[in-house]
């Protein structure tokens, strides 16, 4: 955790038509390496059917 109180998180960041993006791939402990590698390489189309689904 940081000093400020926000902990640590794995996040993507990529191009996507000349702008910088920035996707949130879930909190460190809680998702690990692997599972963070997964969801960066999967469509996003699929992130969002997959959440809408789970319920978050």
Not at 3 to 10: A, F, H, I, L
Not at 33 to 42: I, K
Request: proline share 2%.
């Amino acid at each position: 955790m940081h000093s400020n109180g926000s902990k640590y998180c794995w996040r993507f960041k990529y191009r996507f038509g000349g702008k910088e993006k920035l996707l949130f791939l879930g909190i460190y402990s809680d998702v690990s390496l692997a599972q963070a590698r997964q969801r960066a390489t999967m469509p996003a189309s699929y992130s969002s059917k997959k959440q809408r689904i789970a319920g978050n």
